[in-house]
């Protein structure tokens, strides 16, 4: 064999070997992250908007999704949860339909070491090591922002009394609560305004339409404000104060939270008069906070979203602007 021959078989040799190395490597790094989801259930166009998100984030950072659909029960969240660590995957997300009752099922992951990240709505447990970080929205807050539109307005009728109801969010969810409490927080320091009635709507057009319905039957015209815990449930009590005869959006001045397209369309048709802005869009931020989770890198201990208010006069220049 020449010199050169040689020298070139060596070439070929080196290369196959280093091609042989680099594949194993790089297929060990590519490992896709296992990532066990579960969400509330779809009973809300925001909801819609945070499942897409977070499927979308992940497939466009090589996550492996296991995602499990909830249906606004905390058993089937339970349900998925033991799954999940029957599984044995890297990380668990998910977004509590309510606030109570998780120790035991969080200890269980715990127990397996697999770290749990919470998403949009957070959970009542004493030991708070038994999640890593809460990413999501500031409910308290959102209320008060919601409080404080109505603080506002009811400032054109100094001497008016405003009777208000509340179509509230799922019962024992996080967001029910506090955006109950910051809206009473803030309504509270004017005494003519007054909530006569308030129900859950559980978070959906459909029962958001019927309670609005009941709360018409009982107290008709004296309503003047409806202050509704998210876009949907306004929505739904919209077409129940139309087939009453009345104006949403002046006959009753309506007040809801999310901002999501739909409530963008009521406004510019006149229907609404204010959203509180919750952002759904979670899925890249979730992804990014769950690989340094994994890796081991620390994290806060919580991430809250960046928000707005938009008031049915900016509706119109802002409808083009909104992602979900
Ligand atoms: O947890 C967020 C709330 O849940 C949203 O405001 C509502 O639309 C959803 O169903």
């Known amino acids: 064999m020449t010199l050169t021959r040689r020298t070139l078989l060596a070439s070929a040799m080196l290369l196959a070997f280093s091609a042989t190395t680099f594949a194993t490597s790089s297929a060990f790094a590519a490992k896709p992250l296992v990532m066990g989801f579960s969400q509330v259930g779809a009973e809300s166009e925001w909801r819609t908007a945070n499942t897409v998100s977070i499927k979308d984030a992940a497939k466009k950072d090589g996550v492996t999704l296991k995602f499990a659909d909830a249906q606004q029960k905390q058993e089937n969240q339970v349900k998925a949860l033991r799954s999940f660590i029957a599984q044995k995957v890297d990380v668990i997300a998910f977004s509590p339909v309510v606030e109570s009752g998780w120790d035991t099922v969080l200890r269980e992951a715990k127990a397996a070491k697999i770290p749990v990240i919470l998403t949009d709505r957070a959970v009542n447990v004493a030991d708070k090591s038994l999640y890593v970080t809460f990413i999501g929205s500031d409910f308290v807050e959102e209320g008060r922002r919601a409080g404080q539109w109505l603080l506002e307005h009811a400032k054109k009728t100094p001497d008016a009394t405003l009777n208000i109801v509340e179509l509230q969010g799922t019962v024992g969810s996080a967001p029910a609560i506090d955006r109950k409490e910051g809206f009473q927080e803030v309504i509270g320091k004017n005494p ?21 319905e009941a709360f018409l039957k009982a107290e008709g015209k004296k309503i003047n404000v409806l202050y509704a815990h998210n876009d949907d449930m306004a929505i739904g009590a919209i077409q129940a104060i139309e087939e009453a005869g009345m104006k949403p959006g002046k006959d009753i001045i309506i007040i809801s939270i999310d901002g999501v397209k739909g409530a963008f369309e009521a406004m510019i048709a006149g229907k609404l008069n204010v959203t509180v802005e919750c952002s759904p869009l979670l899925g890249p931020q979730l992804m990014s906070i769950a690989r340094d989770v994994v890796a081991g890198k620390p994290v806060p201990a919580r991430i809250t979203t960046v928000e707005g208010v938009f008031p049915a006069e900016v509706a119109a220049k802002e409808f083009p602007n909104r992602k979900y």
């Open 192 to 212: 003519k305004l007054k909530i006569i009635r308030s129900q859950t709507g559980d978070f959906t057009r459909a029962k958001g339409k019927e309670v609005m």
